[in-house]
């Protein structure tokens, strides 16, 4: 069976730091994208980051670049998302998800997120 | 960034009834545009991408169509299982980008 879990969230006070991980199952881990969303409670899904299956490319949404980083291990099949100098507002349940391709119109690829894991609760209070 | 917005917030209908959802972009994006059904306390599902593509699994009165800036899912005869957040993705730029929901709630 095709799974992401993902593990390391809980309660951390304005400044502190997390490491959240997302361990895979069930499909060839390094040839995928891998991405990081999260979602506030009661609002929308925000695009977090995600990484090229050999580590080489990261991308970040404008509010968490230079707090968090986005890493991966191929040999242990996991994801990880270092969360540093935390905010109020990174309070959300971040989701790891596999970033299916398919060959684009001459375009580079097309991506979408096909699996999901079922989320970790990140909240940031004093 | 590339900013989507979607219409309706939200609305409510009735079983049997099609439905339409709306997601614009703040620039052309091709046809890299997803849709995704999301139910309460659970992890989002991917519908359509590519702006029309069904993705495997998901049933046929789910439609996708649009290209540059103006995109629309269709939801052919609503079901009950259908009453749930849909949200719109773009992936033409590198920083991805989701529309703000609509929720669809019985009528």
Do not use: H
Not at chain 1, 69 to 78: E, G, P, Q
Not at chain 1, 90 to 106: K, P
Request: hydrophobic share 30%; with cysteine; net charge neutral.
């Amino acid at each position: 069976e095709v799974q992401l879990v993902e593990s390391g969230g809980g309660l951390v006070q304005p400044g502190g730091s997390l490491r959240l991980s997302c361990a895979a199952s069930g499909f060839t881990f390094s040839s995928y994208w891998m991405s990081w969303v999260r979602q506030a409670p009661g609002k929308g899904l925000e695009w977090v980051a995600n990484i090229k299956q050999d580590g080489s490319e990261k991308y970040y949404e404008g509010s968490v670049r230079g707090r968090f980083t986005i890493s991966r291990d191929n040999a242990k099949n996991s994801l990880y998302l270092q969360m540093n100098s935390l905010r109020a507002e990174d309070t959300a349940v971040y989701y790891c998800a596999r970033d299916q391709q398919w060959l684009g119109n001459g375009f580079g690829y097309y991506y979408g997120m096909d699996v999901w894991g079922q989320g970790t609760t990140v909240t940031v209070s004093s | 960034d590339i900013q989507m917005t979607q219409s309706p917030s939200s609305l409510s209908a009735s079983v049997g009834d099609r439905v339409t959802i709306t997601c614009r972009a703040s620039q052309s994006i091709s046809n890299y545009l997803n849709w995704y059904q999301q139910k309460p306390g659970k992890a989002p599902k991917l519908l359509i991408y590519a702006a029309s593509s069904l993705q495997s699994g998901v049933p046929s009165k789910f439609s996708g169509s649009g290209s540059g800036t103006d995109f629309t899912l269709t939801i052919s005869s609503l079901q009950p299982e259908d009453f749930a957040t849909y949200y719109c993705q773009q992936t033409y730029s590198t920083l991805w980008t989701f529309g703000q929901g609509t929720k669809v709630e019985i009528k």
